[in-house]
């Protein structure tokens, strides 16, 4: 017969958010153990880009959500033994046209109203960023302490320290079902586990998990593409991303061709520390079918020559797909679930999630200990979705 396996704290799905969590959890001396269906970061954690960013973020609770993250990551960097990339360069935003330079210049108001650290950027300032870029971009802006980091090696990082401080990871271990009596009992691939706490960290499948205790987690996978550049002269120093992105992250009226609006593409370029750069991206609802799509590809590296032509003989190396846990609210979930009591959720962060997953690591801990919150967690509860029926389109 398998082993039984029991933990005070098990946690479910080895991505960027379960790897916080157990960090932190792990580290407070809870007994915790982490159940991932495949490896560490094998998920959307490892299919995106590595942006730690406040430039994409609505003023308000978004960004301060997102300031307690990257502040967090810093002190993170003194207690992880497994470097992850870390960089601290800040990010631009570039604009098309004239109309999205006057909205970006709005935008720059607004964040500094909230304190952030933001700056406009004229004609000059870009040419000053990467030789590369097209001579007609009226400018853009940028945010001062934006960071990026390898979201694959700080998933590992988090987990190796997480080990040291106790918790116990079983991969290849898939949950199939979950019920509750006293405790909660966890059948997997790998045998049956028991746990007093149960957090829901599944990403895009956390409403699979969430069905096995009948409950409706309104998550829906946003498929996104990104391209890889062959390794080469650094194209610029830090991430750049249009202004559309913020038009097509929060669906909002933007003017481009068909094909951009149809496949929700936006520039977004992360040069890497192996010197390879990542180009994105497109945000479609077309379910967790994760094939590429040329159609996809093509309109991302027009899109991408039109802020950088000087880029038409680059060679890119692959491809490849993700799937963004997106919430109606564009908020994640960081919760407990009244209805079940020792049940919680920390899903739904979208483009969001290498940006937040500190600080949800952070929050989870102090839920499940019910201590006090870094931040105030109102905006992320789970039963703000109760009255709501969530919408899937574009
Ligand atoms: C193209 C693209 C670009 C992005 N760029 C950025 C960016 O620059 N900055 C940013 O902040 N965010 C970005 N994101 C978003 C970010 O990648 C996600 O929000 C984040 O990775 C979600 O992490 P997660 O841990 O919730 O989910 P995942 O990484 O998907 O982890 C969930 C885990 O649960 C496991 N699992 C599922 N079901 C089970 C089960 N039954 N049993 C056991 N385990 C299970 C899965 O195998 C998976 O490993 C991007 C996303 C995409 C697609």
Request: contains cysteine; proline residues 4%; glycine residues 8%.
């Amino acid at each position: 017969m398998a082993q039984k396996h029991h933990a005070e704290v098990a946690i479910i799905g080895g991505g960027i958010m379960g790897s916080a969590i157990a960090y932190y959890v792990a580290k407070a001396g809870l007994d915790c153990m982490l159940i991932e269906k495949n490896d560490i970061a094998s998920g959307t954690s490892s299919k995106c880009d590595g942006n730690i960013t406040i430039v994409d973020k609505d003023p308000g609770y978004d960004s301060k959500m997102s300031l307690v993250s990257q502040e967090l990551t810093v002190e993170l960097k003194k207690d992880l033994a497994i470097p992850f990339e870390y960089r601290e360069l800040g990010s631009i935003l570039v604009c098309d046209n004239d109309a999205e330079m006057e909205a970006a210049m709005e935008w720059v108001g607004i964040q500094n109203e909230a304190g952030l650290k933001f700056n406009v950027l004229d004609r000059e300032d870009i040419r000053q960023e990467s030789p590369y870029f097209a001579d007609d971009i009226p400018g853009g802006l940028e945010c001062e302490t934006d960071s990026l980091i390898n979201p694959y090696l700080y998933c590992y990082s988090l987990v190796e320290r997480a080990k040291e401080y106790g918790l116990k990871l079983f991969t290849h271990t898939e949950v199939t079902s979950l019920s509750k009596k006293e405790d909660f009992t966890i059948e997997t691939s790998n045998g049956t586990f028991t746990a007093k706490k149960v957090i829901n960290a599944a990403g895009v499948w956390a409403p699979f998990i969430g069905e096995m205790l009948n409950l409706d987690i309104p998550i829906v996978p946003r498929k996104g593409h990104i391209m890889v550049g062959a390794r080469q002269k650094p194209v610029m120093m830090r991430n750049v991303m249009e202004f559309g992105y913020l038009m097509n992250k929060f669906q909002r009226e933007r003017i481009a061709d068909q094909e951009t609006l149809k496949y929700g593409v936006a520039l977004v370029l992360e040069p890497t520390e192996s010197q390879n750069f990542l180009l994105g991206s497109s945000r479609e609802f077309v379910g967790l079918n994760g094939s590429v799509d040329m159609n996809v590809v093509r309109t991302m590296a027009r899109r991408a020559l039109r802020f950088f032509p000087k880029m038409n003989d680059f060679n890119m190396i692959r491809t490849y797909t993700g799937f963004r846990p997106w919430t109606e609210d564009h908020l994640p979930i960081v919760s407990a679930v009244e209805e079940i009591p020792g049940f919680y959720i920390a899903a739904g962060h979208e483009g969001d999630g290498i940006s937040l997953a500190t600080v949800t690591g952070k929050l989870i801990e102090q839920i499940v200990c019910e201590s006090e919150t870094i931040i105030p967690i109102d905006p992320l509860r789970f039963d703000r979705f109760k009255k709501k029926v969530p919408t899937t389109s574009m």
